[in-house]
């Protein structure tokens, strides 16, 4: 994110792929043949990893990994303007690849970003200049000192549906009040035909990269009123 006097002060942030189909194979996903189909490099798993026909957990460095029969879920932690990881991206897009007929249903890119006030600042004044405001009338049931305020968005962006949550969390290694920006893109492929879908999912994760960067500046906009 760019640092200028408008940017956020971002605690932490994380995104995520998550793949949806009407059922996945997981045994399909053994360790040989995530290696030998370049899903992953030798040698990148850490830490404990589960492989059987219900399900798949492992993950690298970067990413973890987990595959059940609804769908496959990459997270990974994201900072600065690293954007979007190669390897996450890559296990994406290989799988889709490399099976095409899975019936895939939608994909959903996702982004957390975690955001403190400006040092110097009360998180509840904070809270309240940026979403607290407004018209509605049950708003002036919460004029108290200890309110906090969400807001959800939605729209069509880009071909997927975006849904944004702004919700205060008491979350970080200190435990501290923060806002959450959670963003959805949710790319929906069940009415598309089979042969359509997974062409269609490896367009979206191809385009991520604007995503990331409207998603950002989103968050700017939204923590500056």
Not at 106 to 120: K, M, R, S, T, Y
Not at 185 to 195: G, K, N, R
Request: proline share 8%.
């Amino acid at each position: 994110m760019p640092d200028d006097a408008r940017s956020p002060v971002v605690e932490n942030a994380f995104a995520g792929i998550v793949v949806t189909a009407q059922t996945f194979n997981p045994s399909i996903f053994t360790e040989t043949w995530l290696v030998q189909n370049g899903l992953i490099p030798p040698d990148a798993m850490v830490g404990v990893r589960v492989f059987s026909p219900e399900v798949v957990q492992f993950q690298t460095a970067s990413v973890q990994v987990l595959i059940i029969p609804p769908k496959m879920q990459l997270t990974f932690g994201i900072q600065g303007d690293t954007g979007p990881l190669d390897l996450p991206q890559r296990i994406a897009t290989r799988t889709i690849e490399l099976l095409p007929h899975t019936p895939y249903q939608a994909l959903g890119l996702n982004f957390d970003f975690f955001v403190a006030q400006p040092e110097g600042q009360d998180f509840g004044t904070y809270n309240r200049a940026l979403l607290g405001g407004g018209e509605c009338r049950l708003l002036r049931e919460f004029l108290v000192p200890d309110a906090k305020f969400g807001r959800y968005f939605s729209k069509n962006h880009r071909g997927a549906r975006l849904k944004l949550s702004i919700t205060p969390v008491v979350a970080g290694p200190e435990s501290k009040d923060l806002l959450q920006f959670s963003f959805n893109f949710h790319h929906d492929v069940s009415q598309l035909a089979p042969a359509e879908r997974a062409p269609k999912l490896g367009e979206f994760i191809a385009g991520w990269q604007a995503l990331w960067q409207y998603a950002q500046a989103l968050v700017v906009l939204g923590t500056t009123g």
